[in-house]
């Protein structure tokens, strides 16, 4: 089993519906984060959480929100949906211990329409 | 605010052959690491490499070497002895102070037979 696993893998979801991504992790890691890969632009980070406690906003927070409802779980949440949050999207964990060591998750394929 | 280059969208070597991956990055920053990342069709993203910035010896994993050039901000990936198992998008990550990735563009690495 994944280590970090997001569901669901994909997801086509329509303009102005309220959709949730989930994020679990069994490496027992503090911080949890969200990113965004669009085409041509990398990973650009959507939020982060460094414990339970702590949530941050990241470079393109707008239009997202999380909670992290345990320090395994982390979900991103788009509010109402929009055709340019078409993207693939990625969880990731590390730990305070050895922060330059990031693990992700598989990705999630979403597609507003 | 920190940026990372990556300026050759595609590439494609002939297998055996080796190949090397461009990234600049632009920071004010003096600790800091360095990272190069795979992601194949499956999506996953898969460390390829690291370098600390204090280190200058060049970092070696395998087939994967980097040319890291503090002075000039940079840091490229050479890939020796290509194999179609290379085929890939690579991507260029610099870790801030604060822990947080910020990534390049990304190049598409095509491995021919």
């Known amino acids: 089993d994944a280590d970090v696993t997001q569901t669901p893998r994909n997801r086509i979801t329509k303009t102005g519906k309220r959709i949730m991504l989930e994020c679990s992790q069994t490496?027992?890691?503090?911080?949890m984060y969200w990113y965004r890969q669009d085409p041509g632009l990398g990973l650009r980070l959507i939020y982060y959480?460094?414990?339970?406690?702590?949530?941050n906003k990241g470079e393109i927070s707008d239009g997202y929100s999380v909670s992290r409802q345990a320090q395994a779980k982390f979900s991103l949440s788009l509010e109402s949906a929009i055709p340019n949050q078409t993207a693939l999207y990625f969880c990731?964990?590390?730990?305070?211990?050895?922060?330059?060591?990031?693990?992700f998750g598989q990705g999630t394929r979403l597609t507003v329409v | 605010a920190q940026t990372v280059t990556q300026s050759q969208p595609e590439m494609s070597v002939q297998e055996a052959e080796t190949v090397t991956l461009s990234c600049t990055y632009d920071?004010?920053?003096?600790?800091?690491?360095l990272f190069w990342y795979k992601q194949p069709p499956s999506r996953q993203m898969i460390l390829v490499i690291r370098?600390?910035?204090?280190k200058q010896q060049n970092a070696t994993e395998n087939r994967f070497s980097v040319n890291f050039q503090k002075a000039a901000k940079s840091f490229s990936l050479k890939i020796s002895d290509s194999q179609l198992g290379d085929t890939a998008m690579y991507f260029c990550?610099?870790?801030?102070?604060?822990?947080?990735?910020?990534w390049g563009a990304g190049t598409k690495l095509i491995i021919k037979p």
């Open positions: 990731a964990t590390s730990d305070f211990k050895e922060p330059r060591a990031t693990f």
């Open positions: 490496k027992g890691h503090d911080r």
């Open positions: 959480s460094f414990d339970v406690k702590d949530i």
């Open positions: 920071t004010s920053e003096n600790n800091y690491y």
């Open positions: 370098q600390e910035a204090y």
């Open positions: 990550a610099f870790m801030d102070s604060n822990y947080q990735l910020i």
